[in-house]
């Protein structure tokens, strides 16, 4: 049981890059979500899905698109990466929407120059 | 949408002493408040939950304190030790159709031995 897997671990782009970053989870969870985390800002969310071919966005979705044609993987792609992009970004799954924990993946550190 | 607001942004403590972090929230529908705990370079991982119905709840040397009317919860860690040291974040989640989870944006502790 792996829980939570994201790749890559790192990543370097140019400004106008596009790229996929890759969540997979084998826990059978319904709820995925994105968050990115920059120094001060906390856990911001980014896009979330209920369940196989619901997404929505969440607090900061602008230059992100998602997609969820499986329960198990939920992709964060961004179509022209800006050095505002630069981050860590957590892929976390959670059983149900309601009251439960998330688990989440080792996180993905983008820079973008 | 949910709002949530963390103090103190850093806290440094002597070794054995206690630490309190504070968050308040604005959506009275809020249901669920876990707190995690992130180390440097890893992922944040669930170190205690509380739900609206419940006051307090403790584990070993933690514990969470819940106040529904004043919208505020707080986490308690006594007798710190080093490995204490971290980023603690907490949550709310809405009890709506998202659940989503809405992060503070995190409290430095440093325990000095």
């Known amino acids: 049981n792996a829980g939570v897997t994201q790749t890559p671990k790192f990543q370097v782009l140019k400004t106008g890059q596009s790229m996929t970053l890759q969540c997979a989870q084998d826990?059978?969870?319904?709820?995925m979500s994105w968050y990115r985390q920059d120094p001060g800002m906390g856990l911001r969310l980014i896009h979330y899905s209920v369940g196989a071919g619901i997404t929505d966005q969440g607090e900061v979705p602008n230059g992100y698109n998602v997609s969820r044609s499986t329960t198990e993987d939920f992709p964060l792609r961004l179509l022209s990466a800006a050095p505002s992009q630069t981050s860590v970004y957590f892929c976390a799954s959670r059983p149900d929407r309601a009251g439960t924990e998330a688990f989440f993946g080792q996180g993905t550190r983008l820079t973008v120059v | 949408g949910e709002n949530v607001e963390q103090h103190p942004s850093t806290l440094s403590v002597q070794e054995g002493d206690s630490a309190v972090i504070k968050c308040t929230y604005s959506?009275?529908?809020?249901?669920?408040f876990p707190w995690y705990k992130q180390e440097l370079g890893k992922r944040p991982q669930l170190i205690i939950d509380?739900?609206?119905?419940?006051g307090e709840k403790k584990d070993q040397r933690i514990a969470v304190t819940l106040n529904k009317t004043a919208k505020h919860f707080s986490l308690h860690i006594t007798e710190t030790q080093p490995e204490d040291s971290a980023v603690y974040f907490c949550?709310?989640?809405?009890?709506?159709?998202?659940?989503?989870?809405?992060f503070g944006k995190g409290t430095k502790l440093s325990v000095k031995p």
């Open positions: 959506d009275s529908a809020s249901n669920y």
């Open positions: 949550a709310a989640s809405t009890a709506g159709s998202q659940g989503n989870l809405i």
């Open positions: 509380i739900r609206s119905n419940v």
């Open positions: 826990m059978n969870h319904e709820y």
